[in-house]
């Protein structure tokens, strides 16, 4: 299959950011104490989005005083919530009132008749703005529904250590296409012995972002599996191309966003991580002794006049149980929560995330506050780069189909690691995947 949705995001209209962060330490009280008290139960594998909703709950309550938020935050780690989440929906008993799931989760909570609420109408004040990035909205409907409420756009990107760039006579701001990147990394081994950029084994960014470049999917038209087409098949090749060249190489994890990446890259290993703008946060958190070194930059593109400059990468959309006696408001502080002005102010000064309404992206209050951690770890403004590919985001669309999550596993799990570690022909692994999948899925 061969779809592209694009952002065609207008310059004039107002500009309005795994991978996941860390799980925090759980705050175990059950539903029904929270329903006894009047509070409202949500429940989050990420500590910090817990601390985002009660900011976000005491901006609403100053401003709606009619309608209090009485808010009770519940972290669980990350498989344990959402296994506790299905089973709670599938009884209908000590369901969350309002809740986090993750991505290459949430097509497991849409199928048959979700229990989740549609919030297409709570949504619609804040997307008929134009500043919302539509896209990120997509990855959550089903049968034209929405589901969920995304957090941040997750625009693809490339973080580069300048520090080390430069002592082997690299300047990152060249670096356009893959061709360029191959060429850059090349000359860096040469002069270092070590690699410019990673290989992901245990995940899809750079995968998506080249699938997104050349238009293409993990499945047909019509919903079938697809992942031994020509498009997935020339990405693989791309990737392969860059490794034999020694431009980029595997690392511990199997992709940047694991705890044993951060410190290969903390200690000068890779020169360059492609990533969703959310990593910034793992600059920050995990390399601090990388401040002041790391620019932001687009992603490699297959060529300069590309109109898919980047993809949204990763993601946790937030959903409302719909059988709830106060699921209506509940679904319209969501909807404020994330989507509104204040909300998307806090989404980046408190994650440090992208926002899906862009008319942040502009308030130069917000983007250029020095006060701002991220504005002063790196080298460059973030938002400069995401006002330059603004137009260019794309989305993968099987991302909100129930089969992704099949694909995701196997390509993550077998397929990538016998490509880049075990050197397996890529024709030969991808129709050993498709195969696969096929019985896995019943096609």
Partial sequence: MKKKRMLALALSAALALGSLAGCGGQKDNDSQ??????????????EMHGTFYENMA?????????????????VMPFDDMHNKLQIALNSGTGTPDFVD???SKFANFTQGTPALMDLTEVAEPYTSTGNIVQSRLDIYLNNDKLYGIPTHVGATVAFYNTELLEAAGIDYTTI????????????????????????DT??????????????????????????????LQKTMEIIKDLQEANAVQTMPGGQPDKEEAYGVINSGEYAC????????SRYTNYMPELSGKIAIAPAPVLDENSEVKSVGGGGTGTAVVADKPNADLIAEFVAYAKLSDEGAA??????GFDPCNRAVWSDETITNNPDNEYIKYFKNNPFDVLKSIEDGIAGIESQSTTIYPSINNTLTTVTLNDIFENDVDIKTALDQAQQDLKNELGQ
């Fill in 33 to 46: 104490k929270s329903a006894d008290d009047g509070s409202i139960e949500f429940w989050t594998f990420v």
């Fill in 58 to 74: 005491e901006k609403w309550n100053k401003e709606h005083p009619d309608k209090q938020i009485k808010l009770n935050v519940n």
């Fill in 101 to 103: 799931i993750e991505l």
């Fill in 176 to 199: 356009k296409t893959w061709d360029d990147f191959k060429e850059a990394g090349s000359k860096y081994y040469e002069a270092t012995g070590k690699y410019l950029g990673t290989i």
């Fill in 202 to 231: 245990s995940a899809l960014w750079i995968p998506n972002l080249i699938m997104a470049e050349l238009g293409s999917d993990y499945v047909t038209a019509d919903g079938k599996v697809d992942v031994n087409n020509k498009d």
């Fill in 273 to 280: 991580v492609i990533m969703p703008i959310w990593y910034m």
């Fill in 346 to 351: 806090e989404v980046w000064n408190l994650l």
